[in-house]
């Protein structure tokens, strides 16, 4: 079972550039989650969706968007790249966007801005 | 504005002892407390969790302790594995505000076999 996908696996983007990144589940999750990890910081939420068509910001969504198009896909996307978003970036889903449902996690993304 | 402290950036235990990995938490509002467990180059994955309404969730070799009047919880694994080895997350959330769940910043175990 894949669970989570996330594309890409790492990226160097110089500073200025775009960049979508991208997550899909098959697991028929409802809510869904973009996460940035920090070393000192721990996961930091960065947009959340609660059902399809819905999106909601996070502790640190500046510099970051998001759409959720379908139950299956939330791309984020870092309009244009600035060096502090370099950073390993975890999307999750849950059955439903309750505090008190566990999150299954991909397995990150590794951006690197120069 | 960390609400949820992990103090303890890595911890080293002996296979066979018991591991306590401990969490600290500011904000009364949390009532819902989980742990995840890290491999290096995979996202975290769910281990155990705890509502405020218990104090003790035992499941296996783990068992997560909560003090509400404190804002401590602690995780503890007995008896301790090498594969245990990884980073372990401690997560917090309020029921009323289900996307805000706080993360604490890690503490790396390492099991010695």
């Known amino acids: 079972t894949a669970g989570i996908t996330q594309a890409p696996t790492s990226q160097i983007l110089a500073a200025g550039r775009s960049m979508t990144l991208r997550c899909t589940q098959d697991?028929?999750?409802?809510?869904m989650y973009w996460y940035r990890q920090d070393l000192g910081l721990g996961l930091r939420l960065i947009h959340y969706s609660n059902t399809a068509g819905t999106t909601g910001k996070g502790e640190v969504p500046d510099g970051y968007s998001v759409s959720r198009a379908n139950t299956d896909d939330f791309p984020l996307t870092l309009a244009s790249a600035v060096p502090s978003q370099t950073s390993v970036y975890f999307c999750?889903?849950?059955?439903?966007?309750?505090?008190?449902?566990?999150?299954?996690f991909g397995d990150g993304t590794r951006l690197s801005i120069l | 504005d960390q609400q949820v402290k992990q103090n303890s950036p890595s911890l080293s235990v002996q296979e066979g002892r018991i591991s306590i990995l401990n969490c600290d938490y500011t904000n009364s509002m949390f009532d819902y407390f989980l742990w995840y467990k890290k491999y290096p180059a995979e996202g975290p994955t769910f281990l155990i969790s705890?509502?405020?309404?218990?104090d003790k969730n035992e499941d296996g070799r783990f068992t997560v302790f909560l003090n509400k009047s404190a804002k401590h919880l602690s995780l503890h694994i007995v008896p301790s594995q090498p594969g245990d080895s990884a980073v372990y997350f401690c997560?917090?959330?309020?029921?009323?505000?289900?996307?805000?769940?706080?993360f604490g910043a890690g503490t790396r175990l390492t099991v010695k076999p």
């Open positions: 999750a889903s849950s059955a439903e966007g309750h505090g008190n449902q566990p999150q299954h």
């Open positions: 997560a917090a959330s309020a029921l009323y505000n289900n996307n805000d769940m706080r």
């Open positions: 697991m028929r999750h409802n809510a």
């Open positions: 705890i509502s405020s309404i218990k």
